[in-house]
């Protein structure tokens, strides 16, 4: 699995594609820090970055689908599907081995974007507990995203498709978020109750605001691995009705 996992890690940096979405990544990043900046009152340098991302995360949801979209769906069409579900790799080794390579790449645009807290660090200060968790949530949030986007490409071979496919995904999941808040759902406890359990939005506040909520990590954890066993279920129907 590991070669596996290697080899499409690889494949994004022997390209220009990981570099152009980080390219992407950061600058939206950047947009959001200098606007954070400009509209302060005070010469002093304090915001939470955490309000950064979940600002930004609207714009960022647009990156994911676009690493994602090559996953299973260009295999499919160049017709090289057939190598690995041929290969001594079990199917769940292969869609975990992808995720890996996908939310490695991601993880490694974060590290970039820690430049900006390092700004303001030198220029100001930065609560570290707030810094924190404002980075695990938002890695936890993206992970759910990935997944979907993983799920999305295995569904077709077309990776154009796939990343359209995956956009819609992850606006209707911001939308379920805002569609909790309505007051046609709030009026019905019972269905309120459910749909804030699956808010993604109200699980990152406590994480925006430097607090670590075990529930919240299991909650983003449970979603990440239900969707990829969603995604093996996909393949391996896939693999047996090929014979």
């Known amino acids: ?13 022997y390209s220009p594609f990981a570099y152009v979405v980080s390219a992407l990544f950061l600058f939206v990043f950047s947009l959001s820090f200098i606007n954070s900046i400009s509209s302060m009152s005070s010469n002093v340098l304090k915001f939470s970055f955490s309000n950064i991302f979940y600002n930004s995360f609207f714009y960022f949801i647009f990156l994911i689908p676009l690493l994602t979209m ?3 769906a ?10 690995w579900l041929s290969a001594p790799i079990t199917i769940p080794q292969v869609v975990i081995a992808k995720f890996l390579a996908v939310a490695t790449v991601f993880l490694l645009m974060m590290v970039l ?19 924190i968790c404002g980075y695990l ?11 979907i986007g993983v799920m999305i490409s295995a569904l077709t071979d077309n990776p154009i498709i796939a990343a359209v496919l995956g956009e819609a995904a992850m606006i209707l999941v911001l939308f379920l978020d805002n569609f909790t808040n309505t007051d046609l759902i709030q009026s019905v406890k019972p269905v309120a109750k459910v749909f804030e359990w699956f808010s993604t939005e109200k699980r990152f506040g406590a994480f925006s605001q430097g607090l670590f909520s075990l529930a919240d990590l299991i909650f983003f954890l449970s979603i990440t691995v239900v969707v990829l066993i969603w995604t093996i279920i996909i393949i391996e129907k896939r693999r047996q009705s090929r014979g």
């Open 1 to 13: 699995m590991f070669s596996l996992y290697k080899k499409e890690v690889q494949s994004y940096f």
């Open 70 to 72: 090559r996953t299973f």
């Open 74 to 83: 260009e295999e499919r069409k160049s017709h090289t599907e057939t190598l």
């Open 113 to 131: 974007s820690l430049f900006f807290p390092l700004v303001a660090w030198w220029h100001g200060s930065v609560v570290l507990s707030s810094l």
């Open 137 to 147: 949530g938002f890695f936890l949030w993206s992970l759910v995203c990935i997944a």
